[in-house]
């Protein structure tokens, strides 16, 4: 029985650090040209190492079509993401944009006061795989309005 938790274990650590992510949309500032195709999901919280912790990975493929935004939203837990096409600008709570291009990866920082979103700027499609880590009853992202930015 060990083995087999064990082995468990091991396979979703494994799937959680190969693939990693960026959000969805959120509504209170909606988003446009984003198709989201779920890829996985596992709850694991049934297990005593997770009873705890954040138990559910879901993974997901986001595209962004040129000119296309993700709208303002936070996240309660974890978030990685790998971008494998084009490129997706990230702009956080201070409007300052950074821009991520295929096989660069980021993490989301966690928490109301971190709100942010994404656009793609470019004039190609952009893609991103996310890995979101959270406990099995949270949302994934939660809606934020835009930032009043300088």
């Not at 989201?36 to 993974?59: I, N, R, W």
């Not at 996240?75 to 660069?104: K, L």
């Not at 989301?108 to 959270?134: K, R």
Request: with cysteine; proline share 9%.
């Amino acid at each position: 029985m060990r083995i087999r938790r064990d082995a468990l274990i091991g396979a979703v650590v494994v799937v959680a650090a190969a693939v990693v992510a960026l959000a969805p949309s959120a509504s209170a500032t909606p988003s446009s040209g984003v198709t989201v195709e779920p890829l996985a999901q596992v709850d694991v919280s049934g297990f005593s190492p997770f009873a705890s912790l954040p138990s559910k990975f879901t993974f997901r493929r986001i595209t962004i079509a040129p000119g296309g935004s993700l709208g303002w939203h936070y996240h309660d837990s974890n978030v990685f993401a790998v971008v494998t096409a084009g490129q997706v600008t990230r702009y956080e709570a201070d409007c300052v944009p950074t821009t991520y291009s295929a096989g660069q990866g980021l993490s989301e920082t966690v928490g109301p006061d971190h709100v942010h979103t994404g656009s793609n700027v470019g004039n190609e499609p952009a893609e991103l795989y996310v890995a979101y880590v959270n406990r099995a009853n949270e949302p994934l992202f939660v809606d934020a309005p835009a930032p009043d930015c300088p």
